[in-house]
């Protein structure tokens, strides 16, 4: 029969361990921890529901945000990315950089011209101009000549 050794047994094996451990300054020590701990309680346990509170809305806010957002959209995104992927694979790799919550703000700001830019960009693809640099030159002549025009659409 094989008997496992006692571990309180074993520290006094090892380095002496179990004096250090039980030595009066080491119980003091375990005793004033018990007791602060004892003390912070209800502290550690507000602070506990109110970190278990605030994930449960965040999980909630997370399952409301994606439960909105509809699979044919999805399907269309990944679609079009494809498309890209084997149109101009460099603006691609500049696209899947582009992150961050500010860039919400500024779409959103753009979303009544997105079927304009849609256009525009059907065109600017047919026409074979696929890398970054020349779509920057590109769109950057096209807002201003627009500009230009716009401004000058009421001279005679």
């Known amino acids: ?41 209800p502290r550690l346990e507000e602070e506990r529901k109110n970190r278990s509170e605030k994930l449960k809305e965040q999980i909630k806010l997370t399952v409301a945000t994606l439960g909105a957002v509809e699979m044919s959209s999805v399907q269309a995104m990944l679609k079009d990315e494809t498309e890209l992927a084997e149109l101009a694979p460099s603006v691609l790799e500049v696209l899947k950089r582009a992150s961050g919550a500010s860039l919400i703000s500024e779409l959103e700001s753009i979303s009544e011209h997105l079927t304009g830019v849609e256009q525009y960009l059907l065109e600017v693809f047919s026409e074979g101009d696929f890398n970054p640099q020349s779509l920057w030159s ?3 002549r096209d807002a201003l000549l627009a500009a230009f025009t716009q401004e000058h659409s009421d001279a005679p």
Not at 28 to 34: D, K, P, V
């Open 1 to 41: 029969m094989n008997v496992l050794p006692n571990p309180i047994l074993r520290l006094g094996q090892q380095a002496h361990n179990f004096r250090k451990l039980t030595s009066n300054q080491a119980v003091t020590q375990i005793g004033a921890y018990a007791k602060a701990m004892k003390a912070n309680q």
């Open 138 to 140: 590109r769109t950057r």
